[in-house]
């Protein structure tokens, strides 16, 4: 049990009911977050609902815990208006009250969306100029940014996740590519949170897969080692989506369908 106390956001969503199962054995209490139903503390469990936009209950959230292991916020594309205040007031409240409270350390689940106009016959690596596809990947970027200036300023330090498609199985051809275990998750989640020296990092959120978009070079000192693979799934997935429309744009790009979700007005 490394940690004393760790702050799970976005606790209730797809990931975070995941890694509400697999933290609790790298720290002493587990905060859960959201604004979804947690249902009860279990045993070394805390529940804080907060709303991200609500700075005062942020502050709160993020007394006393050693680091955060931030999934809170809207995760697909969305209208302006939820996506600036969870993703973007809500990320600057969140480290705002990491610089209050002095924690040093968070893990910001970023996204494959932050560069999701790169085509799918492209690889490309954290330093390759960001290509949001959308409001949501927009909001990723920023969030990316901040985290940036946060380290530079106040040296708290992150590791921004590039999250792929963390799902039971890759549901399509294009999650061939992007596809992660959830077993993939927590080891990346781990080796984020124990890494020595993380500075300012990005890694892509990937698990070992034969397709892939992204080269994770320069996020080699987190020491992510992933276990999985989607090839496995290769054969059900290609049988369900024999051909693929090329006129389609999420056949082209790395994002997928969220190049074409919106306008919403
Ligand atoms: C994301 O960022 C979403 O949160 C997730 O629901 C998936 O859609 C994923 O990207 C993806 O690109 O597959």
């Known amino acids: ?31 859960l977050s959201d604004i979804a139903d947690l249902g009860s503390a279990g045993p070394r469990e805390e529940v804080m609902p907060a709303r991200l936009e609500d700075a005062p209950a942020v502050l709160q959230l993020l007394e006393g815990v050693d680091a955060v292991v931030h999934l809170g916020g809207v995760s697909t594309e969305q209208p302006w208006e939820p996506i600036l205040q969870a993703n973007i007031v809500g990320i600057y409240n969140l480290y705002e009250a990491a610089r209050k ?6 893990l910001f689940a970023s996204s494959n969306h932050v560069t999701g106009f790169y085509r799918q016959d492209e690889v490309i690596d954290a330093r390759d100029p960001m290509r949001p596809d959308g409001l949501y990947g927009l909001s990723k970027a920023f969030g990316e940014s901040l985290s940036r200036f946060y380290w530079d300023r106040y040296g708290i330090q992150t590791v921004c996740l590039r999250i792929g498609s963390s799902f039971p199985e890759p549901r399509n051809r294009r999650m061939l590519a992007t596809w992660m275990s959830y077993d993939d998750l927590e080891r990346l989640v781990v080796a984020a949170l124990t890494a020595p020296v993380v500075g300012h990092s990005i890694i892509f959120g990937i698990s070992d897969n034969h397709t892939r978009f992204y080269d994770n070079t320069y996020g080699a000192h987190i020491g992510y080692r992933p276990q999985d693979s989607s090839e496995p799934f290769r054969a059900k997935v290609e049988a369900g ?25």
């Open 1 to 31: 049990l490394r940690f004393k106390r760790l702050l799970l956001t976005g606790a209730a969503g797809g990931l975070g009911r995941e890694l509400r199962q697999r933290l609790p054995h790298y720290c002493e209490t587990l905060r």
């Open 101 to 106: 409270q002095g924690v040093k350390r968070v």
């Open 241 to 265: 989506e024999p051909v693929l429309d090329m006129n389609d744009p999420a056949n082209v790009y790395q994002g997928g369908p969220f190049v074409r979700t919106g306008p919403f007005e």
